[in-house]
């Protein structure tokens, strides 16, 4: 399996940042990507900046997908990145996030099992989008996919991106690949929507890679249930949390407002961990993720 066939593994749901420093990597995974998507009936966006419209379309086109056909009838579109995320010269994080979740809508609308979204972040390098700035867009993205309508490729070119720059972007991401992926690579966390009762199971680990998206993830459990209950979050498939992560969690679970917030399912293992941050007070001092 190559570094780009990891993408394969990826699923509605999930919300991964890619990192490239060669555009015949990036090609390759953006192909697998949208061939995959386009395969299971899905509908994909794909915003390109540095990548070119034509070289994407011809990697799809080399991994035996129908990029001209898909075009035509709307199931495959091509975009410049800054028509969706600049408005009037400058950035529009909620504006975009809520673009986007009118783009997710419409594929449900039109009868697609969900849409796929590959967004090449190399404007954001270009133009100089404070890193602040890019990370608030990136954790509000959060919240359009623990419903499973929706996958995200985020893509960001490690040669335009300093290293601290792109970690930072990084964190706020559930999950992190590129081409040096191991071959049994999946996204390292995964979020799902649940309506009985409604909250949020999360599936997978928690560490220091991603535990800022936890942190996202959580204020999108705020606000009242339909039933004024408190949200339930259930963590039975979380294998591991880190102590900043529990004390996330135990943060979430003592100020989430209005109705609260249950935590159900932990392992042994996590239990102890939150028992043991609990008792030390660790939540009270650490809080949650940024």
């Not at 796929?116 to 390098?125: I, K, N, T």
């Not at 335009?160 to 999946?186: I, N, Q, S, Y």
Request: include cysteine.
């Amino acid at each position: 399996m190559t570094g780009g066939a990891v993408v394969e593994q990826v699923t509605l749901g999930d919300h991964v940042c890619w990192t490239y420093d060669d555009d015949a990597d990036a090609l390759d995974a953006v192909a697998r990507f949208v061939v995959t998507g386009l395969r299971l009936g899905q509908k994909v966006l794909c915003l390109l900046d540095a990548l070119e419209p034509a070289a994407v379309v011809a990697a799809v086109r080399s991994a035996g997908g129908p990029p001209d056909a898909a075009r035509a009838d709307g199931r495959l579109r091509i975009l410049p990145a800054v028509e969706v995320h600049r408005d009037g010269g400058r950035s529009a994080s909620d504006a975009t996030v809520a673009t986007l979740a009118v783009e997710i809508a419409r594929a449900h609308r039109e009868g697609h099992s969900g849409l796929r979204l590959v967004s090449d972040m190399a404007w954001a390098s270009r133009d100089g989008t404070p890193l602040a700035e890019l990370r608030r867009y990136e954790a509000a993205m959060n919240a359009l996919f623990p419903a499973g309508r929706a996958a995200a490729l985020c893509l960001y070119d490690r040669r335009l991106f300093p290293a601290d720059r792109w970690r930072a972007v990084a964190a706020v991401h559930p999950a992190t690949a590129g081409p040096g992926a191991d071959r049994a690579w999946v996204p390292l966390l995964r979020a799902y929507r649940t309506a009985d009762p409604p909250g949020l199971r999360l599936v997978g680990q928690i560490d220091w890679s991603n535990r800022e998206a936890l942190g996202a993830m959580l204020t999108g459990l705020a606000g009242p249930t339909p039933s004024g209950r408190p949200a339930v979050l259930d963590v039975s498939d979380v294998s591991f949390a880190d102590v900043a992560a529990a004390s996330a969690l135990l943060d979430a679970e003592r100020t989430s407002a209005p109705n609260g917030l249950r935590l159900v399912g932990c392992r042994p293992v996590v239990r102890r961990l939150l028992d043991l941050v609990r008792d030390t007070g660790f939540a009270h001092t650490v809080g949650q993720p940024a």
